[in-house]
């Protein structure tokens, strides 16, 4: 069965500080890797994906990740945190097929201090 | 904009009273999901639709029912809400024809709230 653990419950960072949120995942074959973004009271909001090729993805708002297969992690990434970047971040992994049903991390809520 | 819309925003209803939420799209997307997410925790998956296929999730409570009339519209249905009901309700779609995997597409969510 696919998993996928985001370590960190809770991050507080500085407004123009460097973000990384980690992101490690369980499957059996090549995963397809998402990132979603929830501001409060709102549904989720895709920020980037992985299916192949380039392991190194950008998304939007300056978002980027990478994937690593040699340790399961497709890990998040900010090199300047903006106040509006204050918001819950899950991590998810999606079963190959038609369906593509997605299993979510837990989420990591990001705190952004001015 | 092409858009997954859930209304209402917010739902209060009284314990055990049926309620409805409800879904539509206008990106004709074949693949329609419900997701049950509890404050501070992830969304679960409670069933989804393949085209007019319905596929329940296992541990998804029989209290939780779904329509899929046409397309556009998905709707969830709780027939008596418990206390424990309360949460955000997201709708999902999914373009799921291609071989290329699409990402989810999701609502803003209903807000259920139970007295």
């Known amino acids: 069965a696919q998993s996928v653990t985001q370590p960190d419950i809770h991050i507080t960072v500085s407004e123009g500080a460097s973000l990384e949120l980690r992101c490690n995942y369980s499957?059996?074959?090549?995963?397809?890797l998402f990132w979603y973004v929830q501001s409060p009271g709102q549904g989720l909001q895709l920020l980037l994906k992985?299916?192949?090729?380039?392991?190194l993805v950008q998304g939007i708002k300056g978002f980027e990740a990478e994937f690593k297969r040699s340790q399961s992690s497709f890990n998040l990434r900010k090199p300047s945190v903006h106040w509006s970047d204050a918001a819950e971040y899950f991590c998810?992994?999606?079963?190959?097929?038609?369906?593509?049903?997605?299993?979510f991390g837990t989420g990591t809520r990001l705190q952004v201090t001015l | 904009d092409a858009m997954v819309i859930q209304n209402p925003r917010y739902q209060v209803t009284q314990f055990g009273k049926p309620v409805t939420l409800s879904c539509s799209q206008t990106?004709?997307?074949?693949?329609m999901y419900w997701y049950q997410q509890k404050s501070s925790q992830a969304p679960k998956l409670l069933f989804h639709?393949?085209?007019?296929?319905?596929?329940n999730e296992a541990d998804t409570p029989d209290n939780f029912q779904s329509r899929r009339p046409n397309t556009s519209f998905c709707f969830l249905d709780i027939r008596s809400p418990g206390l424990g009901d309360a949460a955000m309700y997201l709708c999902?779609?999914?373009?799921?024809?291609?071989?290329?995997?699409?990402?989810?597409?999701f609502g803003d969510g209903t807000r259920l709230s139970i007295l």
């Open positions: 990106l004709n997307h074949n693949v």
């Open positions: 639709y393949y085209d007019k296929d319905f596929n």
């Open positions: 499957y059996g074959a090549t995963p397809y």
């Open positions: 998810a992994v999606g079963a190959t097929g038609t369906a593509s049903k997605l299993t």
């Open positions: 999902a779609t999914r373009w799921g024809r291609s071989e290329s995997n699409q990402p989810q597409h």
């Open positions: 992985y299916f192949s090729g380039d392991t």
